[in-house]
Nanobody
Framework: QVQLVESGGGQVQAGDSLRLSCAAS????????VGWFRQVPGKDRQFVAI????????YYADTVDGRFIISRDLPRKKVYLQMDNLKPEDTAVYYC??????????????????WGQGTQVTVSS
């Protein structure tokens, strides 16, 4: 069982940057794809980005492409989400999730087996 813990959320102004981290408990995490999702109250959890097991493939939602960068540090069992030029509409709880498939092709919530508890990001105008 892989446990995921997010950190790095906070309250910032529009145009600022944040870097979220996702730390895993098990070495097997290094074989999995890892994605980031976000959710606001009353709405479905929304796909943000994904990275394949070896970081050879990444994919972003249109709403964040060009502003967010997903990366991973395999030895440290961590995945990061660098968020630049933040906008008020980026406000949400951000979750990392792991998919046992290594390819990075998953996009839907149901395709990910392991989830963190979430970290709040609030962007004010």
């Amino acid at each position: 069982q892989v446990q995921l813990v997010e950190s790095g959320g906070g309250q910032v102004q529009a145009g600022d940057s944040l870097r979220l981290s996702c730390a895993a408990s098990e070495q097997a995490f290094s074989d999995y794809s890892v994605g980031w999702f976000r959710q606001v109250p009353g709405k479905d959890r929304q796909f943000v980005a994904i990275i394949s097991w070896n970081a050879g493939y990444t994919y972003y939602a249109d709403t964040v492409d060009g502003r967010f960068i997903i990366s991973r540090d395999l030895p440290r069992k961590k995945v990061y989400l660098q968020m630049d030029n933040l906008k008020p509409e980026d406000t949400a709880v951000y979750y990392c999730a792991a998919d046992r498939s290594p390819t990075g092709r998953a996009r839907g919530v149901n395709e990910f087996e392991y989830w963190g508890q979430g970290t709040q990001v609030t962007v004010s105008s």
